[in-house]
T-cell receptor
Framework: DGGITQSPKYLFRKEGQNVTLSCEQN?????MYWYRQDPGQGLRLIYY???????QKGDIAEGYSVSREKKESFPLTVTSAQKNPTAFYLC????????????FGSGTRLTVV | ELKVEQNPLFLSMQEGKNYTIYCNYS?????LYWYRQDPGKSLESLFV?????AVKQEGRLMASLDTKARLSTLHITAAVHDLSATYFC????????????FGKGTLLTVNP
């Protein structure tokens, strides 16, 4: 079955560490997105990518970095510069030219310890 | 900048009752999406509304879009416990990047 796989499901980060969240899709979608979800805050866009080797900052990109070396993969690195990284992170994708909206992965819950 | 506002943010209903969740957005948008999220889970697409006057129904849920009023509604008919979840609306802000701006979500609890 096609879909989006995020891993790990739970991730713990020590102060000052960088961590990378994985997002892989086999839907042949062109565009991929990273959102952060905090309780009562809805979803906020971190980064997005329309094509391989190209990506743009979203509304809250500070302290995060991404890469898009393959169409299927869009990993998100939470750097030590992100002062409040504890949140639920959702990856999404969509097919260019489709009006169907996004398909979401199952999410990664990141906790700072 | 597109802003999306949902209300209410919290909704406690009794089974069998009807209610409506409202989604207002601040600038022109002709594409509106509704998603459902169960606790700790991903977002599941419910409805895609692509034009003024669009109405979609699935089971006890019905969504509509009024682009002139910049308003979408999600109506719940004869609520059942299984509908308990958080519901998000999201509006398309225009442009080729297809960014969606999400509301803060409505936490719906249906009590027996």
């Amino acid at each position: 079955d096609g879909g989006i796989t995020q891993s790990p499901k739970y991730l713990f980060r020590k102060e000052g560490q960088n961590v990378t969240l994985s997002c892989e899709q086999n839907l042949n979608h062109d565009a991929m997105y990273w959102y952060r979800q905090d309780p009562g805050q809805g979803l906020r866009l971190i980064y997005y990518s329309q094509i391989v080797n190209d990506f743009q900052k979203g509304d809250i990109a500070e302290g995060y970095s991404v890469s898009r070396e393959k169409k299927e993969s869009f990993p998100l690195t939470v750097t030590s510069a992100q002062k409040n990284p504890t949140a639920f992170y959702l990856c999404a994708s969509r097919s260019a030219g489709s009006y169907d909206g996004y398909t979401f992965g199952s999410g990664t819950r990141l906790t700072v310890v | 900048e597109l802003k999306v506002e949902q209300n209410p943010l919290f909704l406690s209903m009794q089974e069998g009752k009807n209610y409506t969740i409202y989604c207002n957005y601040s600038t022109t948008s002709d594409r509106l999406y509704w998603y459902r999220q169960d606790p700790g889970k991903s977002l599941e697409s419910l409805f895609v509304l692509l034009s003024n006057g669009a109405v979609k129904q699935e089971g006890r849920l019905m969504a509509s879009l009024d682009t002139k009023a910049r308003l979408s509604t999600l109506h719940i008919t004869a609520a059942v416990h299984d509908l308990s979840a958080t519901y998000f609306c999201a509006a398309y802000s225009g442009g080729s990047n297809y960014k969606l701006t999400f509301g803060k979500g409505t936490l719906l609890t249906v009590n027996p």
